[in-house]
């Protein structure tokens, strides 16, 4: 799996939009960009994850450039909820082998 | 709710017992996998089960083992107990062939004194 680099905290303000960078410089055709979070040693929480084109849903905007090297996830109006651990992750899909690996992520912090 | 639940949530023990945290996953779902999260590291795969067989394996120990059972729920094995050892153990299950998401459970936490 590629490696990824993103930066290690940000903060945004509440109500605004977050946008959340991640360099996958070394990504190759058939791996995916997935997006999690962790809150506060919960779970990690899937967020989102696209191959070539732009996504959304009702959590959030992935963009993914178009020689695939970077992306950006985008929260749209983040809230306090939102303050998170945010891993950006790229990963062939093999069936029967949906493992991740994870970073060390984004810290972000919505500041109210 | 991911629909993963784990037990026990909390477990105290002390150095050179064992332990065993339980992982129920989703209803349909085929794949287990077992991740580690301590303090200074982030988190770490273990190890990976589909429909009962070992799939895939990380930085697992030998002191740790795993299983799958025919229900398709999974239990961690943690023997000989380190200090080190203390961290939260989270299991997530997936739709296997789907490259979608992994569904997290809560996390069992273990704290070896």
């Known amino acids: 799996d590629a490696k990824t680099t993103q930066p290690p905290s940000m903060d945004c303000a509440e109500g605004r939009a977050a946008n959340l960078p991640c360099n996958h410089s070394?990504?190759?055709?058939?791996?995916?960009v997935y997006w999690y979070r962790q809150i506060h040693s919960q779970g990690p929480q899937y967020i989102i994850h696209g191959l070539k084109n732009n996504e959304t849903n009702e959590m959030a905007s992935l963009i993914i450039t178009e020689d695939r090297k970077s992306s950006t996830l985008i929260l749209p109006h983040a809230t306090l909820r939102d303050t998170a651990v945010y891993y950006c992750?790229?990963?062939?899909?093999?069936?029967?082998?949906?493992?991740?690996?994870f970073g060390t992520g984004t810290r972000l912090t919505i500041i109210p | 709710d991911s629909g993963v639940t784990q037990t026990p949530k909390h477990l105290i023990t002390a150095t050179g017992q064992r332990v065993t945290l339980r992982c129920s996953p989703r209803?349909?779902?085929?794949?287990v996998y077992w991740y580690q999260q301590s303090l200074d590291q982030g988190l770490q795969f273990l190890i990976q089960?589909?429909?009962?067989?070992?799939?895939a394996k990380g930085n697992i120990l030998e002191r740790f083992s795993a299983q799958q059972f025919p229900d398709l729920h999974s239990e961690l094995n943690l023997s000989s107990l380190e200090l080190g050892d203390s961290a939260l153990y989270f299991c997530?299950?997936?739709?296997?062939?789907?490259?979608?998401?992994?569904?997290f459970g809560e996390g069992s936490r273990l704290t070896v004194l």
């Open positions: 209803s349909g779902d085929l794949s």
């Open positions: 089960y589909y429909n009962g067989e070992e799939r």
């Open positions: 992750i790229v990963r062939e899909t093999n069936f029967g082998n949906e493992k991740l690996t």
């Open positions: 070394t990504i190759s055709g058939n791996e995916y």
């Open positions: 997530a299950s997936s739709v296997t062939g789907n490259p979608g998401e992994l569904f």
